[in-house]
């Protein structure tokens, strides 16, 4: 089982140090950090990082969260990302924002109840 987190930003240097420290910054004593590109819409491309997190530090259940909720809050600050992509192995995969609380994600757009005429 895993913990993976996608961030993404033109700042960020191709081999993710930036990241890296940050993480490290944030008190993570084991994580993987890959470089890779993302691409958004048609003209814009950024550098992206993934994060592999373990599981047991991480996974899916109420403490797990609450660190997760602590991480982004550090590592979204120190390098300013408004976002990012978690995938919790077949349980989640989205905004980490929908997984911490739904209502916080400024990508969501809130659904209305249909009403009958």
């Known amino acids: 089982m895993s913990v993976h987190l ?3 930003s033109e700042r960020f240097d191709h081999r993710c140090h930036m990241v890296a420290k940050s993480l490290q910054k944030a ?3 084991t994580a993987l950090v890959t470089p890779g590109i ?3 819409g048609s003209h814009k491309t950024e550098q992206a990082c993934l994060i592999s997190l ?6 899916a259940g109420p403490k797990h969260k609450q660190q ?3 991480l982004w809050s550090s590592v979204s600050t120190d390098l300013n990302l408004t976002c990012a992509f978690l995938r919790i192995d077949s349980r ?3 905004c980490i924002l ?3 609380r739904p ?4 990508f969501s757009k809130p659904t209305t109840p249909r009403t009958k005429p």
């Open 6 to 8: 996608t961030v993404s």
């Open 27 to 29: 008190g993570v004593a």
């Open 38 to 40: 993302t691409t958004i």
């Open 54 to 59: 373990p599981y047991d530090d991480y996974g």
């Open 68 to 70: 997760l909720a602590e």
């Open 92 to 94: 989640f995969a989205g």
């Open 98 to 100: 929908n997984f911490l």
């Open 103 to 106: 209502s916080a994600c400024v």
